[in-house]
């Protein structure tokens, strides 16, 4: 309890309006010294901590997810005053559905309220031109809700400078299986195009292969045993015009009449299936890389969450503070060493290639 107090203490006093107003200067300034340095383009959250916020403030559990709401509402805008183009946040599991029906419940009613908010003209995501995008499986998510998150995302579809990505429900794992699903399903559809190769072991091609090639042979037969070179010439005559130039003569009986009006379906190579195309069927597909993950709550793994968008240069930060005790204050750090990590690497990756260079041009000397 007394936790609480100082809590509401701190609170009062940072929102009295002497301390507001060197607040609000301070973290333009900060905001602003940032932007002269690289800035990540992908971060994503996992807002964890809610709950235990909830309880080690006695409050109820509905009430915890509301201060971590308002606690995303001013990273998001630290985020896209710093330049950070798309914003991921883990709003609900597909797993959190085995949580108590009220808790789930709540956390839906609580998504339609604030998603609402989020979107209102004039607010936030309009301030910076950032559009919603719901990643997840829609067809869990109640009528009532879906139809919330379809008008968000109308509402902000012609925001273009900066994107938020709510998963909602989603799983890295199902994220994935349905971009395979998807890549299966676009390799097993026929194409009709000159520029394709075809199949070399389709079976109607091998079956159109092994006919053409007999009525050859046959045809061959036919003009080495006739009489003259006149009766010949009247039978390969007879034979070309019967199965080609007459197409209204009766069709061989043997060749399926699919086979002889059109050319066997081809299709795509599977041997031409990289991670960029499963890439362009993901959620994410067209988005920068995720350059920083950040997870509060002190629990050090990731949840399912974005495993394939975790690449060899994704920055992953776990922290100790809870979500809605996450703010600028915490947030600054972190993207102060992301920054100096990225200026390391760049400057290595100059080093590397001059020293390429150099040894290039000792080798083309030496040549």
Known sequence: ????????????????????????????????????????????????????????????????????????????????????????????????????????????????????????????LDRYGASVRILGQRELVKPDVLEVIDRVVELTSRNKDAILNVCFPYTSRDEITTAIRDTVIEYSKPIHSSLQPQRPFSEKHITHNIRSRHLSTAAAHIRAHSPSSNNASDTE????????????????????????????????????????????????????????????????????FMLWQCHQDTEIVFLECLWPDFDLWTFLPVLVEWQWKRRKLEERERGRSGEDRRMGSIVSKAW
Not at 31 to 60: C, K, T, W, Y
Not at 250 to 276: A, G, R, V, W
Request: aromatic fraction near 8%.
């Open 1 to 124: 309890m007394p936790s609480m107090y100082l809590s509401q203490a701190r609170k009062w006093f940072l929102q009295s309006p002497p301390v507001e107003w060197g607040i609000l200067h301070l973290r333009e300034l900060l905001v602003g010294a940032l932007r002269q340095g690289p800035i990540p383009q992908h971060v994503a959250f996992v807002m964890d901590g809610n709950r235990r916020f909830a309880r080690s403030h006695q409050i109820e559990t509905v009430e915890g997810h509301n201060l971590g709401f308002e606690a995303l509402a001013k990273i998001l805008e630290v985020c896209y005053k710093s330049g950070v183009r798309v914003v991921t946040i883990y709003a609900f599991s597909i797993e959190n559905f085995k949580r108590s029906k009220y808790e789930v419940d709540a956390l839906m009613s609580m998504a339609k309220v604030k998603l609402s908010q989020l979107a209102q003209h004039g607010d936030l």
């Open 237 to 304: 005559d007879s034979i070309t015009s019967s199965t080609t130039l007459h197409p209204d003569s009766p069709p061989d009986p043997q060749i399926p009449k699919d086979d002889m009006e059109k050319p066997p379906p081809t299709y795509l190579d599977p041997e031409s299936i990289t991670p960029q195309v499963l890439d362009s069927h993901m959620f994410t597909a067209g988005m920068p890389p995720l350059d920083l993950l950040v997870r509060t709550s002190g629990v050090e793994r990731l949840s399912d």
